[in-house]
């Protein structure tokens, strides 16, 4: 660790340029960290500007198989993808800083907001504020679906996956691991038989009309030299972190026994940790039922209130949770003080929530990265991609609605359960300030950290003036 963080391990990317410093590297993913608005789709593109357009760390080939990967894997996509990429640049050391330092603002600012809210209730600027950003995040989240949609469709095949993804999930409620399922199965049949649609070889990268190819980034288009699964380094990667991750909830079971809050708590999160398929959306129904109904942790429509929290601050929207834990715990503080009892719940929730990531990243990447050049699971993870802009444009609908209407319902018929808006609630004020950042964004091609805190401003300010 040492000598990465002295810049002592000199060397030269595949492209001619020196390798980034440990320290460049910890600035860099900081940087994400804090323009990580937006969800999965938003801090997705935020990502592949800056590592892929901007730093040249990876070109886009190698980017999408990280992506792809991610997308199996339970838990926050987003996060692991920091992960999977900072352990590409710096090994062990580089995943663990790249992985923390991407959830830390959202743990700041997600509690701080909790705190807020359990001491003062709803208050009117923090509101505010919130009504603002989320302007800016449907911004981002369209950029973002625009950016992997340009990449990843290539084909009328590509985008008949990305549309049957989208009206499977859209209209029919199908879910997300079965749709990433088919898909993948869709492309590893089409790539073992060879058809023209699934052929994504890295050694034949297109180039031009802004593409990164993998010979012009540092990492280069060949395996990394860090890939190759060492049994023995492998086995203490997993001890480690299985001790880290379940040591402290074997302790809080042997110690408060099982009906204490913060065994509840941590068992629960562990347990929801590995079967979060899909992302934050896919879970929060799961969260929000045992959070209200079992445990009694929070009272009907407080989720949505954690919600608002997540989507508008820095960091994987998954990070609801720590809502979810600091209320719980705050409404049963025991011996503790109600506040401190909260922030114990909410860290605890965020840590038996985010430790598994590394362990899948750290277990799985490299035996990715050496079937990377593979035909067959390259096309499948080819026709993930496409299968997961369908789920995005779904996602953007969703939050859409939700931002202009203030009563949105569902159409359960004929098998089909669409999104119905109540037209007599449509807010002309959060229309127009869509309408503002939609513009500022895709016509003047506003910088991000301008776009969310001027959204955020406008927000304050229509407050001021009573408009909302």
Same mark, same amino acid.
């Given at each position: 660790?040492?000598?990465?963080?002295?810049?002592?391990?000199?060397?030269?990317?595949?492209?001619?340029?020196?390798?980034?410093?440990? &320290?460049? #590297?910890?600035?860099?993913?900081?940087?994400? !960290? +804090? @323009?990580?608005? /937006? %969800?999965? $789709?938003?801090?997705?593109? =935020?990502?592949?500007?800056?590592?892929?357009?901007?730093?040249?760390?990876?070109?886009?080939?190698?980017?999408?198989?990280?992506?792809?990967?991610?997308?199996?894997?339970?838990?926050?996509?987003?996060?692991?993808?920091?992960?999977?990429?900072?352990?590409?640049?710096?090994?062990?050391?580089?995943?663990?800083?790249?992985?923390?330092?991407?959830?830390?603002?959202?743990?700041?600012?997600?509690?701080?907001?909790?705190?807020?809210?359990?001491?003062?209730?709803?208050?009117?600027?923090?509101?505010?504020?919130?009504?603002?950003? &989320?302007? #800016?995040?449907?911004?981002?989240?369209?950029? !973002? +679906? @625009?950016?992997? /949609? %340009?990449? $990843?469709?290539?084909?009328? =095949?590509?985008?008949?996956?990305?549309?049957?993804?989208?009206?499977?999930?859209?209209?029919?409620?199908?879910?997300?691991?079965?749709?990433?399922?088919?898909?993948?199965?869709?492309?590893?049949?089409?790539?073992?038989?060879?058809?023209?649609?699934?052929?994504?070889?890295?050694?034949?990268?297109?180039?031009?009309?802004?593409?990164?190819?993998?010979?012009?980034?540092?990492?280069?288009?060949?395996?990394?030299?860090?890939?190759?699964?060492?049994?023995?380094?492998?086995?203490?990667?997993?001890?480690?972190?299985?001790?880290?991750?379940?040591?402290?909830?074997?302790?809080?079971?042997?110690? +408060?026994?099982?009906?204490?809050?913060?065994?509840?708590?941590?068992?629960?999160?562990?347990?929801?940790?590995?079967?979060?398929?899909?992302?934050?959306?896919?879970?929060?129904?799961?969260?929000?039922?045992?959070?209200?109904?079992?445990?009694?942790?929070?009272?009907?429509?407080?989720?949505?209130?954690?919600?608002?929290?997540?989507?508008?601050?820095?960091?994987?929207?998954?990070?609801?949770?720590?809502?979810?834990?600091?209320?719980?715990?705050?409404?049963?503080?025991?011996?503790?003080?109600?506040?401190?009892?909260?922030?114990?719940?909410?860290?605890?929730?965020?840590?038996?929530?985010?430790?598994?990531?590394?362990?899948?990243?750290?277990?799985?990447?490299?035996?990715?990265?050496?079937?990377?050049?593979?035909?067959?699971?390259?096309?499948?993870?080819?026709?993930?991609?496409?299968?997961?802009?369908?789920?995005?444009?779904?996602?953007?609908?969703?939050?859409?609605?939700?931002?202009?209407?203030?009563?949105?319902?569902?159409?359960?018929?004929?098998?089909?359960?669409?999104?119905?808006?109540?037209?007599?609630?449509?807010?002309?004020?959060?229309?127009?300030?869509?309408?503002?950042?939609?513009?500022?964004?895709?016509?003047?091609?506003?910088?991000?950290?301008?776009?969310?805190?001027?959204?955020?401003?406008?927000?304050?300010?229509?407050?001021?003036?009573?408009?909302?």
């Amino acid at each position: 660790m040492s000598k990465l963080l002295d810049g002592e391990e000199a060397r030269m990317g595949a492209d001619g340029r020196p390798w980034p410093s440990f &320290k460049e #590297a910890l600035a860099v993913w900081g940087r994400i !960290a +804090l @323009l990580s608005f /937006g %969800g999965p $789709a938003g801090q997705i593109a =935020v990502m592949h500007r800056i590592l892929v357009e901007e730093k040249r760390w990876l070109g886009e080939a190698r980017f999408l198989h990280a992506l792809n990967f991610c997308m199996l894997l339970p838990g926050p996509e987003a996060q692991q993808l920091t992960v999977y990429i900072g352990w590409l640049m710096h090994r062990t050391a580089g995943g663990i800083a790249a992985g923390l330092l991407f959830v830390l603002p959202g743990v700041v600012a997600v509690m701080a907001l909790s705190l807020i809210y359990a001491t003062y209730g709803d208050v009117g600027a923090i509101a505010a504020l919130f009504f603002g950003l &989320k302007a #800016a995040v449907l911004a981002i989240v369209l950029q !973002a +679906l @625009l950016r992997i /949609g %340009g990449k $990843a469709i290539k084909n009328t =095949v590509m985008a008949a996956i990305a549309t049957a993804s989208f009206i499977a999930i859209f209209a029919f409620d199908v879910p997300f691991p079965i749709i990433i399922f088919a898909a993948a199965m869709i492309g590893y049949i089409g790539g073992r038989t060879g058809m023209a649609a699934f052929q994504t070889n890295a050694g034949h990268e297109a180039s031009g009309n802004g593409y990164v190819a993998g010979a012009d980034t540092i990492l280069g288009s060949e395996q990394a030299d860090n890939s190759q699964p060492r049994a023995g380094a492998m086995m203490r990667t997993v001890a480690i972190i299985l001790v880290l991750w379940l040591g402290p909830v074997a302790a809080l079971l042997l110690i +408060l026994g099982p009906d204490h809050v913060f065994s509840e708590i941590a068992v629960f999160f562990s347990k929801m940790a590995v079967v979060t398929f899909g992302g934050a959306y896919a879970v929060l129904a799961y969260v929000a039922q045992a959070a209200v109904e079992t445990f009694g942790w929070l009272r009907p429509g407080e989720m949505l209130d954690g919600l608002g929290m997540a989507e508008t601050t820095p960091g994987p929207l998954i990070m609801v949770t720590q809502f979810v834990g600091f209320m719980g715990a705050y409404r049963d503080p025991g011996s503790l003080s109600p506040l401190v009892a909260g922030i114990l719940g909410g860290l605890l929730t965020t840590w038996v929530t985010f430790a598994p990531c590394f362990l899948w990243i750290f277990l799985g990447a490299p035996f990715i990265e050496r079937l990377r050049n593979n035909p067959a699971l390259s096309a499948a993870l080819a026709a993930i991609t496409a299968a997961v802009v369908g789920v995005i444009l779904n996602l953007a609908l969703w939050f859409a609605l939700h931002v202009i209407f203030r009563d949105v319902g569902v159409f359960d018929g004929a098998g089909m359960a669409l999104p119905m808006p109540d037209i007599a609630s449509l807010d002309f004020v959060a229309l127009i300030l869509t309408s503002v950042a939609l513009i500022a964004a895709f016509r003047f091609k506003v910088n991000m950290l301008i776009l969310i805190g001027g959204s955020a401003l406008l927000g304050l300010i229509l407050h001021g003036v009573g408009m909302i």
